[in-house]
């Protein structure tokens, strides 16, 4: 997902809103189908076996497109690169583990609560000024994200919370792109991404234990059924970066990144359709405030 470059990068494009559109609303389409085909090796995989082999292929596949001239894969800045993606991985970690013991629809509206952090550290720790519109934009996304988790205060589960702390770490990675990262090619960025998932998977399969969790167990049986899994969830995730990647290249950013809000609407229909998982209307309203108050943040890039 592109959420963290619109965050982080300014990206010198023009034109083409329409087809950006279009691309992006496709792209997220697909990593919505993508991301809801995860409980379909959950019972027999684990978290970090899926990252470790999913990440292999993609990885096999960026060195292609390198090759055929998509892109360069070694950074200018290899230490900034690195740790970009580390802070990413952590994220997505929070965010796959999330997908299979909560509604996907619900998890993802954390994850784009990214934008929210993004300001409060530019804020807090960056010193950035910042106008009433854009505060006013965290507190509907605040409000947003207490109705989409509904927290009982007699019983706080701090599991709710979590889709909310892969959002943070997905803001602080996109601070990190733009501060650690500048210049770096957008392949090199997804492949050593990847890269970091995928050594972070094969050292979960490596010291954890075979029982447990999809998040909390290592090495699982391996079948034909569940390569061809992962080979498809690969292929997804590679054309739908493929083509958000696309609709940032012929759009405006800061235009293009409010389609990416689609998700929400994606990964829900996709869970009701594949798993019968219906999500409450209220959650739906949450999801539209924090899109709304991402949408807010993201376009009104004049300190207003």
């Not at 990964?267 to 309203?285: E, I, K, Q």
């Amino acid at each position: 997902m592109r959420l963290l470059n619109t965050l982080s990068l300014n990206m010198d494009t023009s034109g083409g809103s329409r087809q950006a559109a279009w691309l992006i609303v496709i792209g997220m389409a697909l990593i919505g189908f993508g991301d809801n085909l995860v409980p379909f090796v959950s019972d027999d995989s684990s978290l970090w076996q899926f990252h470790a082999i999913r990440g292999v292929m993609v990885l096999a596949a960026l060195m292609v497109a390198s090759r055929l001239g998509a892109g360069a894969i070694w950074p200018k800045q290899p230490l900034g690169v690195i740790g970009r993606g580390a802070l990413q991985t952590v994220a997505m970690l929070i965010y796959f583990g999330c997908i299979v013991i909560m509604p996907i629809g619900v998890v993802v509206a954390g994850l784009f609560t990214a934008p929210i952090f993004v300001l409060l550290i530019e804020v807090i720790f960056l010193g950035k000024q910042v106008g009433r519109y854009r505060w006013a934009a965290v507190a509907l996304g605040f409000i947003g994200v207490l109705i989409v988790i509904r927290p009982d205060p007699s019983a706080l589960d701090v599991l709710s919370f979590l889709p909310v702390l892969a959002g943070a770490f997905y803001a602080v990675s996109a601070i990190a792109t733009r501060s650690w990262c500048e210049g770096e090619d957008t392949l090199t960025l997804a492949f050593w991404f990847f890269m970091t998932i995928c050594i972070s998977g094969w050292i979960g399969v490596a010291v954890l234990p075979v029982e447990g969790s999809f998040a909390t167990r290592g090495w699982q049986p391996m079948s034909g059924g569940m390569i061809g899994w992962y080979v498809v969830l690969a292929g997804i995730a590679l054309v739908g970066m493929s083509m958000i990647t696309r609709g940032y290249q012929v759009g405006e950013a800061s235009i293009a990144a409010v389609f990416e809000y689609s998700l929400l609407v994606f990964a829900s229909f996709w869970a009701w359709a594949l798993w019968s998982d219906v999500v409450p209307w209220t959650a739906y309203v949450g999801m539209a405030l924090i899109a709304a108050a991402g949408a807010i943040i993201t376009l009104r890039d004049d300190g207003a």
